[in-house]
Nanobody, 114 residues
């Protein structure tokens, strides 16, 4: 079973930046999709960004121009660079991998203060 280990969350002031990392514990199938989701208290979990094994990316409208998803295939690690953070970005962020199976990271808290 693949484990997804997340890191990089924390507390930041509005306008600041954070970089989240998602590192699988072992080898993953070469054809895959990595997603970053987030969930704020009282709200539905929403898809923030997606990157395919072919390098295609998609973003929620609310984060376009501010967030960048990328992957380091040599390390099998996915990143979410978050710039220009806003208080409404406050949420628990979850890494998600879809390949032969579906895997979830443990979640990492991002808190943006005004």
């Amino acid at each position: 079973q693949v484990q997804l280990v997340e890191s990089g969350g924390g507390l930041v002031q509005a306008g600041g930046s954070l970089r989240l990392s998602c590192a699988p514990s072992g080898n993953i199938f070469s054809i895959n999709v990595f997603n970053w989701y987030r969930q704020a208290p009282g709200k539905q979990r929403e898809l923030v960004a997606r990157i395919t094994s072919g390098g295609t990316t998609n973003y929620a409208d609310s984060v376009k121009g501010r967030f960048t998803i990328s992957r380091d295939n040599a390390k099998n690690t996915v990143y979410l660079q978050m710039n220009g953070l806003k208080p409404e970005d406050t949420a628990v962020y979850y890494c998600n991998l879809i390949s032969r199976n579906t895997y979830w990271g443990q979640g990492t808290q991002v808190t943006v203060s005004s």
